[in-house]
């Protein structure tokens, strides 16, 4: 487990107060917030390499918040993956198992996380010709090596193609359910909690806004901040189920997307469970239903306005609660009113699925 | 409208060239007055050879000297901001302006018999004026800062969270050290203590007043220079020259290929 208790780390020009964080053994949490938000200074203060001003800290049961960070049996992995450059890979991955070690344990520990990530060709190769995503994969395995108790993360997928990205969440998520680390991730793409985490708390200010189940925090953001900074939204639990052959390039195929009290046309890649999102801003409100391309048309009752300067949000029930964003000027023009019913739409193609 | 770079090309080439021909010229002029034989005189004279002996002795010496003293120094001052940082950097860097005459003086006067530190040290045994430690210590001040620089350079261009990355890892501060922040940091490293070894073999200004006798190399040039005329000096100052050039070499191979 990582707890931590009222904890205040100084982080550059500004101050994170009062974080307290719990993931529970074996859980994946992430805590999201903007670039410089002091989520990497979060990070190096769990880790000990960065003195607290205030709090505590506990990883696998035990209060660590004096310890020196060799001593709190945790991997850490940053942004920029930071591989010892004078090193091969194997030495690289073999850095945290040096000391009493036998050798023979050495390099078998050494060849299992090599082949748990696939790298097992890069072993004798130096450091510095490696790609972004390989560079990322030995990182993960340096940090593994030593079998830690808890696994720190620092943007893992930020210095990454959006391909790569998509690969290496999917060995992340594979990794963490094999191994069962207890795991804490920093990042500011809300995309890695839902598809990663089952925990997730959003960073602004210097403080925690909101924690809980990734879901529940993208459905019922409690602040304009972190609506905004989520991307405020509609994302629906629910299974796909395919309606024609894949094709193209990256294969998709034509698809139903089942959730409770909607069923929305869309584009896949896989079918299954997942999960689906809609930008408030992909909905088209309207009083009455045109003839249009897009695939979804469905009927929705406003529950609720929200104004938020030159955009307004509207809050919808659709058989599902949904939100589209307007411009204040078409809500205003529409005079849109709580309780009233409106004809919404949007494409096939604006439904995302994670 | 003519195009600048009709005569900008030949002004620089020819710019250029008078700074070339005037570094190479002199060099090769001396090294054409070497002959096989002259040399080999030059080397079969144990004055000579002692003289070259006791220069690379001390210089040596002084560099692994200011490795010791100015590693720590130089690491604090590419990781820490503390109060007084500048300070500590600029009294390192000092030495660089101070006129070696001016610096030997001082020395001497630091270090000589009366003074207090001089004194006592003498009283343990260790003697400075007319003495190899005189020449060590002549060769160390005007060196230090070069060392010191580049030392610090070369830790600076390590990321520290490399050493974040060890410690995370298991390594405890000294051992993150040893194993990440040294090794990536030799390179550099190594090319300061040979220029600083190099700064201390030509220095002339500063042991001629602390140490005259024993004579390091340069000292035993204006020797025989005043004694022999040109004919006496010229050999000698061809094997400096070489162990001057070789050094060079040396530095120019340890620095990383993008700033050759």
């Not at chain 2, 003293?69 to 009294?91: D, N, S, W």
């Not at chain 2, 405890?172 to 201390?200: D, E, H, M, N, Y």
Request: charged share 20%; net charge neutral.
């Amino acid at each position: 487990m990582i707890r931590t208790e009222g904890l205040v780390v100084r982080a550059g020009e500004f101050t994170l107060r009062d974080i307290s964080i719990d993931v529970k053994a074996g859980g994946y949490a992430l805590v999201i917030g903007p670039t410089g938000s002091g989520k990497t200074t979060l990070l190096e203060a769990i880790a000990g390499l960065s003195p607290p001003m205030a709090g505590r800290v506990w990883l696998h049961g035990e209060e660590v918040t004096l310890l020196p960070p060799e001593e709190r049996r945790l991997g850490f992995v940053y942004q920029q993956y930071h591989l010892f450059p004078h090193l091969s890979v194997r030495d690289n991955i073999g850095y945290g198992l040096a000391g009493p070690r036998q050798n023979h344990d050495r390099e078998a520990r050494i060849a299992e996380v090599a082949g748990l990530l696939g790298i097992e060709s890069l072993l004798d190769r130096g450091v510095a010709r490696l790609s972004g995503g390989e560079q990322q994969r030995v990182a993960l395995a340096r940090a593994l090596a030593p079998r830690p108790a808890v696994l720190l993360l620092d943007e893992p997928f930020a210095a990454v193609d959006p391909a790569t990205r998509r690969v290496l969440r999917r060995e992340l998520r594979l990794l963490h359910e094999r191994e069962g680390i207890t795991t804490l991730q920093v990042t500011h793409d809300f995309e890695d909690a839902l598809r990663l985490g089952d925990h997730v708390a959003v960073l602004s200010e210097g403080r925690i806004v909101q924690q809980g189940p990734p879901e529940e925090v993208f459905r019922y953001p409690n602040s304009t901040f972190v609506a905004q900074f989520v991307g405020a939204g509609n994302v629906l639990a629910g299974v796909v189920e395919a309606l024609a052959p894949a094709e193209g390039n990256p294969p998709r195929f034509r698809a139903l997307f089942h959730t409770d009290g909607l069923t929305l046309d869309l584009l896949a890649e896989r079918e299954g469970p997942a999960h689906a999102i809609v930008r408030p801003e992909d909905i088209l409100v309207s009083r009455e239903q045109h003839q249009t391309s897009a695939r979804n048309r469905l009927e929705a009752g406003i529950v609720r306005l929200e104004r938020l300067g030159p955009v307004t949000h509207v809050y919808l029930d659709a058989g599902r609660p949904l939100v589209a964003a307007v411009t204040t000027a078409s809500a205003e023009e529409m005079a849109l009113k709580p309780g009233e019913r409106v004809a919404i739409s949007f494409k096939a193609m604006a439904v995302h699925l994670v | 409208m003519t195009d600048p770079s009709r005569w900008t090309r030949p002004l620089l080439a020819l710019l250029g060239g008078v700074l070339v021909l005037f570094i190479v010229g002199p060099i090769l002029r001396l090294l054409l007055m070497a002959t096989p034989a002259s040399l080999g005189q030059a080397l079969a004279d144990p004055e000579v050879r002692q003289s070259i002996g006791l220069t690379v002795l001390a210089a040596t010496a002084a560099t692994l000297l200011g490795l010791g003293l100015g590693l720590p120094v130089a690491y604090l001052l590419a990781r820490r901001t503390f109060p007084g940082a500048r300070l500590l950097q600029g009294i390192v860097e000092l030495p660089v302006v101070i006129p070696h005459p001016v610096a030997g003086i001082a020395l001497l006067l630091f270090l000589g018999r009366r003074s207090v530190v001089g004194g006592a040290l003498g009283r343990l045994g260790l003697e400075f004026v007319g003495h190899l430690p005189g020449i060590i210590a002549a060769m160390l001040f005007v060196s230090v800062p070069i060392a010191v620089s580049a030392a610090r350079e070369a830790f600076a261009g390590v990321d520290p969270r490399l050493e974040r990355v060890a410690r995370s890892l298991g390594d405890g501060p000294w051992q993150a050290f040893r194993r990440v922040t040294l090794p990536i940091a030799g390179r550099g490293i190594l090319a300061g203590a040979l220029l600083a070894w190099a700064r201390s073999v030509s220095e002339f200004g500063s042991i001629v007043i602390i140490t005259y006798n024993p004579k390091v190399a340069s000292i035993l040039i204006y020797d025989r220079f005043t004694v022999d005329g040109l004919g006496g000096a010229a050999p000698i100052a061809v094997l400096l020259l070489l162990l001057a050039l070789g050094t060079f070499i040396l530095i120019r191979a340890l620095q990383p290929s993008r700033s050759r």
